[in-house]
């Protein structure tokens, strides 16, 4: 569920959160064939994964081995979702939580409980959450769009403008998208709204509501 935020953060203090030209990667190998409490390295796990940068996997299996647990296969895919997306914002690279579940073959329906569940573990081992903010994930979006990144320093001043006198309820990655958006629209880079929304993986109806609010408060 989405939490109001000035400079919004993930709803568990984690994330690191696309039409065709906007997949991250294709599902691959899905955790949950692992066998139960398969050794504590996941690197053999990993390591089919070609889309996933070797600093980030080498940061995943550190996390998994700090955790030292012992995991049914089921768990256990949800555990490796987790250690992969705060791996991601370890290396200075922070994904949306879909990217990474796409990345790994991970039911994007099974993105909450994993995130629940990895916080937990990660809580008592003492390892610390990751706060991101909306500008975190500017940068990804105008890549994975192909926008002029001479534009990135105006959206992300545009979005500092706004957020800082008012509350727009969403995960930094959807306010990220929401800013992008109203950007491109107000430059007369126009895109279709169902489109734009399929080719960032948020909802239409998150990505419309969040929208209207960065118009109404930049038009008022």
């Keep these: 569920m989405a939490v109001p935020h000035k400079k919004c953060k993930d709803e568990v203090g984690f994330t690191i959160e ?53 995991t049914r296969a089921k768990r256990r895919s949800k555990i490796i979702f987790g250690c992969v997306w705060t ?9 949306d939580p879909k990217h990474v ?20 573990e990660a809580a008592k081992k003492g390892i610390k959450p990751i706060q991101n903010e909306p500008e975190d994930f500017i940068k990804q979006y105008f890549i994975a769009l192909d926008i002029d990144h001479s534009y990135i320093l105006d959206v992300t001043n545009l979005m500092d403008e706004i957020l800082d006198d008012n509350d727009i309820k969403g995960f930094p990655q959807e306010i990220a998208a929401g800013f992008i958006y109203y950007f491109m629209q107000i430059r007369g880079k126009t895109y279709e709204l169902k489109d734009f929304s399929k080719m960032v993986e948020v909802s239409y109806p998150t990505l419309r509501r969040i929208y209207e609010e960065i118009y109404d408060i930049h038009n008022s």
């Excluded at 066998?35 to 940068?53: C, D, Q, V, Y």
């Excluded at 791996?87 to 994904?95: D, T």
């Design 18 to 70: 696309y039409s065709n030209s906007y997949r991250y990667g294709q599902q691959t190998n899905n955790h949950r064939t692992a066998p139960k409490g398969s050794g504590r390295s996941i690197m053999a796990e990993l390591a089919s994964f070609t889309n996933i940068p070797d600093d980030v996997k080498r940061e995943a299996d550190r996390i998994f081995q700090k955790l030292n647990i012992t």
């Design 101 to 120: 579940a796409t990345l790994i073959g991970f039911d994007h329906k099974q993105i909450s409980k994993a995130k629940s569940e990895y916080s937990k």
């Design 87 to 95: 791996a991601f914002n370890m290396v200075g690279n922070p994904k």
